[in-house]
């Protein structure tokens, strides 16, 4: 028996390796890693790559353009974009993986219980994803700030309820194709618990593909909370965000585009970086989807 067989960590670690190797060899994977690495290190290093505080305002400064100085310019009241815009990717990657870590777990836990659950409970819990699905995003963000108002809690939420039907829809149609096989029949013959058998033997079978598609939903989720900053539904001024800095340079588009450029850029920079690296794990994971 070889060492890799008598060790599955080991083996695991070989796999992994192996898929990263692969990854590696996709002009288009290393090109979307190279940007998400890019966008994680600028939010991460913000204090260390600018020496201005982003709230600070100084009306001398205002509608300053690029510049050794400032090096995306200055906004309507003289704050640096640059460091806004660095500050304001912490707010995007923060909102991006808590929500769509919290949407994971959740869609996990309903779509194992949908998919392994009796039949009456699995068209109830259908019945309850399309219901929250067909609500539209703007609708259910403007409904949840007149309850609570404008917050960052308030995106995170609305993220949660937009993602979690999906995710559990995908979970569970793999476990009622996955619950009928052979293993899962030896493990309830030999009595093992139903919590049991969803957590040991039909989960690390059927969650793989949902990572690979919350990488890619990952820019859909800083969309969103762009799009609720813009609308001023999101974080509160003065805290900076991609939204807000793309509603400030909106009014101000004909004479300082500078404005709009520095918030919209970052957004297409961490959308393209996403969607590449999601794509091609997708194609690593699963080559018989590759060119699809």
Known sequence: MSEAASNPPAAARSELWKSFRRLLREPLGVFGLSLVVLVILAAVFADVLTQWDPTRINPRDRFLGPSGEHLLGTDQLGRDLFARVLHGGRIALYVALVSTAISLAIGIVLGLIAGYGPRWLDNLMILL?????????????????????????????????????????????QTIAI??????????????????????????????????????DIPVVIAIEAGMSFLGLGVRPPTPSWGSILNDGFSQIRDTAWIAIAGGLPIIITTLGFTFLGETLRDVFDPRLKGR
């Open 129 to 173: 994803f399309d219901a929250t699905k067909s609500f539209p995003t703007v609708m259910l963000a403007l409904a949840l700030v007149t309850i609570v108002g404008p917050s960052l809690t308030a995106v995170v939420v609305v993220v949660i309820i937009v993602n979690v039907p999906g995710y559990a829809r995908i979970i569970r149609t």
């Open 179 to 216: 619950k009928s096989s052979e293993f899962v029949t030896a493990a309830q013959s030999m009595g093992a618990s139903n919590a049991r058998i969803l957590g040991v033997h039909i989960m690390p079978n059927v969650i793989g593909p949902l990572v690979i598609l919350a990488s890619m």
